[in-house]
């Protein structure tokens, strides 16, 4: 993750300059598309969804720019594009466009189908102005109940998603908060993915234009204008799709010292089950009973100690009529090497005890027996 700077953006491999030079070409006439990416995660503040943000997005789609309550810091150099969007000039949707309406957040982990694009999105192909504001404001969210999300994979997504189809240039709306993402960890996959993305392999992406709602408000509108790259698609990573049930803690191959450990677990698709059931199964005894316990939230933990040694742990629920289960995990609880050697430690400890304890009473009742002995007459 980075920090959205005014005049700094995060270039992997070429200059700045080089980069903004694209940007700063004429703009190709013709259709314009359009990503709007709107912040579903529990952690943004309720304004998020407030009237005064719908209004001011809807005056950006319409070219009316920026209303008064807002503050603007625009990149320096700042692209012509965002300068006219901002001001007024310059409607934020085209027509005929492509639009992609991207609800990111772990709870809203859903593909689509639609390769490359993790999280739950619609698309709509504008054809006339009155119908695509009207089909756009029609899928603006509600308050969403999860606090998990990665804002630049959603940014990756949508980028690949235009340049996957063969957009030339498009805009990125997203409407979130000032704060940092840190809570959902990305794998080796999708790190690779968003790495591709922020080193602007397939397209040269503007830093973003800023609106912040009020001096000191937690609102944020970000716009940014990007441009296609000629790249070879085969060249590009692709993003893979996640397991609706995916395990969190304990994680693979994990040591741990509880007997009782809290296993924890997510939910990655648009119909969260109502229940979930953990299973804890033996690897050293094929022959016990796994452990089963019910849990309606995604977290457990077992009612009774575990013995020490080497476990698999999986998840499994019942949602939209159809069984998802987790990967299977293994862990290993502390004691399973270690016991025999304490034991047999102990027990020697007891038998040197008991030895020396012989052997000291033994002299002692040699001493006493040599003091009471009746001397003999010479």
């Known amino acids: ?200 392999q397939f397209a040269t992406v503007s830093p973003s234009a800023v609106l912040r709602l009020g001096a000191n408000g937690r609102v944020l509108l970000k716009v940014k204008y990007a441009v296609a790259r000629q790249t070879d698609a085969g060249a590009l990573p692709i993003l893979p799709s996640r397991r609706p049930l995916e395990g969190v803690a304990p994680a693979a191959a994990a040591t741990i010292d509880s007997t009782q450990p809290t296993f924890t677990w997510r939910f990655n698709g648009k119909t969260a089950p109502s229940a979930y059931e953990l299973v804890i199964t033996a690897v050293d005894r094929p022959g016990e009973r796994p452990v089963r316990e019910k849990s309606t939230t995604m977290t457990a933990r077992p009612r009774f100690p575990l013995k020490p040694g080497n476990y698999r742990w999986q998840v499994a629920a019942v949602t939209d009529g159809s069984q998802v289960s987790s990967e299977s995990r293994s862990f290993t609880i502390k004691g399973a090497a270690s016991a025999t050697p304490l034991i047999l430690l102990g027990l020697a400890a007891t038998i040197v005890g008991a030895v020396l304890y012989l052997n000291r009473r033994k002299k002692a009742q040699a001493s006493a027996a040599q003091r009471v002995a009746p001397r003999r007459s010479p």
Not at 89 to 94: G, I, M, N, S, Y
């Open 1 to 200: 993750m980075y920090s959205e700077r005014v005049v700094t953006t995060r270039i992997r491999g070429f200059s700045y300059a080089a980069c903004f030079a694209v940007l700063l070409a004429p703009v190709p006439v013709g259709a314009q598309d359009l990503g709007i990416l709107w912040d579903v995660s529990k952690s943004v503040p309720g304004e998020l969804y407030g009237g005064q943000v719908r209004s001011t997005v809807d005056r950006l789609l319409r070219g009316q720019g920026a209303p008064d309550g807002w503050v603007v810091t625009k990149p320096t150099p700042s692209h012509a594009v965002l300068d006219d969007i901002i001001s007024g000039k310059r409607p934020a949707l085209k027509v005929p466009s492509r639009v992609l309406f991207v609800r990111f957040g772990t709870a809203m982990r859903n593909s689509n189908g639609i390769q490359n694009l993790p999280f739950d999105a619609t698309e709509l192909s504008v054809v006339n102005s009155a119908d695509g504001l009207k089909n756009v404001a029609a899928l603006y969210p509600g308050m969403a109940t999860d606090d998990w999300t990665n804002k630049l994979l959603a940014e990756a997504a949508a980028a690949r998603y235009f340049f996957d189809r063969g957009s030339t240039e498009w805009l990125l709306l997203i409407v979130s908060d000032f704060n940092e993402d840190n809570k959902e960890l990305l794998l080796p996959a999708e790190a690779a993915f968003v790495d591709s993305y922020e080193a602007q």
